[in-house]
């Protein structure tokens, strides 16, 4: 069975730096096409950042330029660097994976396995 776990949310002041983990379990995962997404109070689940193969990367517009998503494929781990935080990234985070690369990479539907999520806050 496909286990995604993340780690590493909490607390952070804003202009902080914080790096969450997805480690997957029940496959080979160098593969796959795996993301982030989030989900504030209130609102729906949105797409962060995924990560397909060495060289496809896709960023939601919020997040361009302070957001990565290393991959560690010998550890079937994939990370989502944050940097220069924000108090609007406050959010649960959720990493998503899927055997695909789909057009549609941006839509929930698009990924197959999903994590339990990890917090993050970002204060002001």
């Known amino acids: 069975q496909v286990q995604l776990v993340e780690s590493g949310g909490g607390l952070v002041q804003a202009g902080g730096s914080l790096r969450l983990s997805c480690a997957a379990s029940?496959?080979?995962?160098?593969?796959?096409?795996m993301g982030w997404f989030r989900q504030a109070p209130g609102k729906e689940r949105e797409f962060v950042i995924v990560?397909?193969?060495?060289?496809?990367?896709k960023y939601a517009d919020s997040v361009k330029g302070r957001f990565t998503i290393p991959r560690d494929n010998a550890k079937n781990t994939v990370y989502l660097q944050m940097d220069s935080l924000k108090p609007e990234d406050t959010a649960v985070y959720f990493c998503?994976?899927?055997?695909?690369?789909?057009?549609?990479?941006?839509?929930?539907?698009?990924?197959?396995?999903w994590g339990q999520g990890t917090q993050v806050t970002v204060s002001s």
């Open positions: 998503a994976a899927d055997p695909h690369w789909r057009s549609n990479y941006q839509s929930r539907s698009s990924y197959q396995y």
């Open positions: 029940g496959r080979t995962f160098s593969t796959y096409a």
């Open positions: 990560s397909w193969s060495s060289s496809t990367t």
